[in-house]
């Protein structure tokens, strides 16, 4: 079984400050990794994720995840943050191989301060 | 190109009661996953569908149950509903590869 730990529940950040959202993944076989963005009343969108290759992976918004096999991690940084970042991140774990259900953290809201 | 659609937005109903949710996937997606989140969680796997067959389950009981249609769309079901059940029911559209779901916005279902 697959599991995800989201460590923080909360993350108050001031604007333009850099921030990290802490995220570890338990599993037995080889994963994927995702985080996902979730404003308000909506759905959740896809913000980046990592299938194999470079451990860094980078979404068009500066946001920015590396997997760290050993640590079973996927930390979620972005080194200056807007108002409009403000939101709920999931992140989540898929054994690979497809065919899979994927698993959600229980998330990480992230308050920026003007 | 549109995304995943669900039907209805909001939805209130009584205990025991019977509800039925709708969702189109994006285009050119095959697989189609609900998702149940209760406010401040994250969303907890309930099954997927592909080809027209439940391909995967989570831990939910039999009061839940789905259907995937021949144009990939799915309807979740869900039966004798308990105040628990009121959540945000999320739709998930993917290929068959999983890498990576299309969410729509959800179906707010409150139980009365």
């Known amino acids: 079984a697959q599991s995800v730990t989201q460590l923080d529940s909360q993350v108050p950040v001031f604007e333009e400050a850099p921030v990290e959202l802490r995220c570890n993944y338990s599993s037995s076989v080889s994963v994927y990794l995702f985080w996902y963005v979730q404003y308000p009343n909506q759905g959740l969108q896809l913000l980046l994720k990592y299938l194999s290759g470079s451990t860094l992976v980078e979404s068009i918004n500066g946001f920015e995840a590396e997997f760290n096999k050993s640590q079973t991690s996927f930390h979620l940084r972005k080194p200056s943050v807007h108002i409009s970042d403000t939101a709920e991140y999931f992140c989540?774990?898929?054994?690979?191989?497809?065919?899979?259900?994927?698993?959600f953290g229980t998330g990480t809201k992230l308050q920026v301060i003007p | 190109d549109a995304g995943v659609t669900q039907s209805p937005t909001h939805l209130i109903k009584t205990r025991g009661q019977q509800v039925t949710l709708r969702c189109s996937p994006k285009s050119g997606h095959d697989t189609v996953s609900w998702y149940q989140q209760a406010l401040g969680q994250g969303p907890q796997f309930i099954f997927q569908?592909?080809?027209?067959?439940?391909?995967q389950r989570g831990n939910f009981p039999d009061r839940f149950s789905g259907h995937q249609f021949p144009n990939y769309s799915s309807e979740l079901n869900v039966n004798a509903l308990l105040l628990g059940d009121s959540a945000l029911y999320l739709c998930?559209?993917?290929?068959?590869?999983?890498?990576?779901?299309?969410f729509g916005s959800g179906t707010r279902l409150t139980v009365v």
């Open positions: 998930a559209s993917s290929l068959d590869d999983g890498y990576g779901y299309t």
């Open positions: 569908y592909y080809e027209e067959e439940e391909r």
């Open positions: 989540a774990v898929m054994n690979s191989g497809g065919y899979q259900k994927v698993t």
